[in-house]
């Protein structure tokens, strides 16, 4: 099965070999059938540090790294 990947921005590259990625969706609300923007943010590895806070990057699913790090960075967009 392949594996999932999103797209996102690098919120924050203040962690050792980790960066935050805030990933943005658009929903469709189900009564109103209104869309609105939704985010969640990802902790992803970055262990060359070569991406910073502003980046736009792909993230793809990895191996439990820690407890919140289950994913890992392919490359920019």
Do not use: C
Not at 21 to 45: G, L, Q, S, W
Request: aromatic share 6%; proline share 4%; charged share 35%.
């Amino acid at each position: 099965m392949p594996k999932k990947q999103l797209k996102g921005k690098v919120i924050s590259d203040k962690m050792q070999k980790t960066i935050v990625v805030r990933v943005e969706t658009i929903k469709v609300h189900p009564k109103y059938k209104k869309r609105f923007k939704a985010h969640k943010n990802f902790k992803a590895d970055n262990s060359n540090n070569e991406y910073h806070t502003g980046d736009k990057v792909i993230i793809e699913e990895a191996v439990p790294m820690s407890k919140n790090k289950k994913w890992k960075v392919v490359g920019k967009m």
